[in-house]
């Protein structure tokens, strides 16, 4: 079948996704999900929360640059990307939001900046990974339905 | 039950991948759902007339959290199943307090969410 090397592809970067602790058993959870209802729910999730996720980062980062940091917004929006990367099995992210939060909550601007560019990294880091794995998904769809 | 068979749920969180992923939970199920991304929101669903048999609502979201939410809808009367699903394991009691009749912890397993489903009769 022509799209065995695509499979084993995918296959190999979720395996490595996993075991760098990019993704977790959350993600599983939703492949579960979309082998029973179908191709396009993944796709649908992970793109919503890379928008999401860009829009937060967007946020805390003109936050931060504010000669007054308000630390009560920023936690907010910490909080509501450490939920979204949960909620779709983003590990990595997910814990450096954690991180955030702590030296967020003790007003330390310097150590939110820091944690931010962690953030930024991570997913950037995740984002890649989560477009070649959507890039090989469509490879594999095409070839399938041919 | 509302009057029909289908189980009509209100999923009240304001992150669209979160919303989504649980609609994909329910939709196995046949559930028919709705979504909003406030708490207000999801009390002026109830007060323009709508009828719910489930809602799953978030903690923190603008304008009207989510245990503020489910206080104001037990006020008005609302019978509706309301699972609290948060990250804030903290707000256990506070969901509970205001009317809650279940709290889980995100991010939700969909065999966790589905025991709870079973356990309210939404489920054959």
């Not at chain 1, 900046?113 to 070649?132: G, M, N, P, V, Y």
């Not at chain 2, 304001?14 to 609609?23: A, P």
């Not at chain 2, 929101?41 to 603008?62: C, R």
Request: overall charge negative; charged content about 25%; glycine content about 6%.
């Amino acid at each position: 079948m022509a799209s065995a090397p695509f499979k084993a592809q995918l296959t190999d970067l979720l395996n490595s996704m996993f075991a760098m602790d990019f993704l977790d058993e959350q993600f599983k959870e939703l492949q579960m999900l979309e082998e029973a209802s179908g191709p396009g729910f993944l796709t649908e999730v992970v793109t919503l929360f890379c928008g999401d996720a860009e829009r937060i980062i967007s946020q805390l980062d003109a936050l931060l640059n504010e000669p007054a940091v308000d630390f009560g917004k920023v936690d907010a929006n910490v909080h509501q990307l450490k939920g979204s990367s949960s909620s779709v099995g983003a590990k990595r992210v997910a814990l450096v939001c954690i991180k955030f939060r702590n030296v967020c909550q003790e007003n330390d601007k310097e150590g939110c900046i820091a944690a931010l560019h962690e953030i930024r990294h991570e997913f950037d880091e995740l984002r890649k990974k989560f477009q070649t794995m959507l890039q090989l998904e469509q490879q594999i769809q095409d070839l399938d339905s041919k | 039950m509302t009057s029909s068979q289908v189980v009509k749920t209100l999923i009240v969180d304001d992150d669209v991948s979160t919303r989504r992923i649980y609609r994909m939970m329910l939709f196995r199920f046949g559930f028919e759902i709705t979504e909003v991304g406030d708490g207000k929101s999801a009390v002026d669903q109830f007060l323009t007339g709508n009828e719910y048999d489930l809602v799953l609502m978030d903690k923190d979201m603008p304008i009207m959290d989510g245990v503020e939410a489910t206080r104001t809808l037990r006020g008005m009367g609302i019978p509706a199943k309301i699972i609290a699903i948060t990250t804030d394991a903290n707000s256990r009691g506070a969901f509970f307090d205001a009317g809650a009749d279940e709290f889980l912890l995100k991010p939700v397993n969909f065999t966790a969410l589905a025991d709870i489903l079973k356990a309210f009769n939404f489920l054959n």
